[in-house]
């Protein structure tokens, strides 16, 4: 009996965001030049929602913590999602969204793998482009494809402090939009970020393959050499646009 394969057809790349709840403490006075040291906090904070789409999927899932304002159980199913992806995209994600989850996983003893493969669309916009903003409403804004909804600080104290469900839906509303408008942004820039994922390969093609689509169809764009005297080629996909460079052997 031979084991039959089944190829994957899909790409499973994941957008996400996070909201997370402040530190709550005993401070004297408030005031700019003042230090409020970690012995000062009576309550640590943690993260609130975790609101996540797959790529071109209609529906934007989210989770948020208990309510006994425990994000645990969050974690454990975010998590597991996470585990399932290629790719993680986030706005920021790298140093703010990812390290959040990882720190509170930590906190409360959940595995998670010690490297994942992410695309940050912040270190995009600094490192390609010179936008007036790097935040995620102006790129929306921008290009024209959507923008963040408004929020003010009281959003976080009905929730934190007075346990609003009223409140929490419209957080949950924010996190949601905010993933949603994260995509778009990311498809716009993605002509511009190269690829991390061989999805040519992941979908049954070669490595000659598109690695954004897994299609053959490729245009010879140019050759250039490196130092070393390695030819490199560029190709352009016939069917997503996107270019690429591999090694002429």
């Known amino acids: 009996m031979t084991k039959q394969t089944t190829l994957r057809t899909k790409r499973k790349r994941l957008y996400f965001d996070v909201e997370s709840s402040p530190n709550i403490g005993f401070f004297w006075q408030t005031g700019y030049k003042l230090q409020i040291g970690p012995q000062n906090i009576i309550k640590e904070r943690a993260l609130i929602c975790i609101c996540y789409k797959w790529e071109d999927d209609k529906e934007t899932q989210s989770l948020n913590w208990d309510s006994k304002q425990c994000d645990k159980k969050m974690l454990q199913a975010f998590v597991k999602v996470a585990n399932e992806a290629d790719e993680l995209v986030g706005h920021n994600g790298d140093k703010f969204d990812l390290a959040w989850i990882r720190t509170r996983c930590l906190f409360h003893e959940i595995e998670m793998f010690p490297t994942y493969v992410t695309i940050d669309t912040l270190k995009v ?28 600080f009281s959003l976080w104290t009905d929730i934190v402090l007075k346990k609003c469900p009223v409140a929490m839906g419209k957080m949950i509303k924010y996190c949601k939009m905010d993933v949603i408008l994260l995509e778009k942004v990311h498809k716009k820039l993605s002509l511009h970020i190269p690829a991390k994922t061989h999805y040519g390969v992941i979908f049954g093609g070669d490595r000659g393959s598109c690695p954004e689509c897994g299609s053959d169809e490729l245009v010879r764009k140019g050759t250039r050499v490196a130092a070393t005297g390695t030819k490199k080629v560029q190709y352009q996909c016939k069917t997503c646009s996107k270019t690429h460079t591999k090694t002429d052997k």
């Open 125 to 152: 916009a600094r490192s390609k482009f010179k936008f007036n903003s790097n935040k995620l409403d102006y790129i929306g804004k921008f290009l024209g494809i959507g923008q963040k909804i408004k929020t003010d």
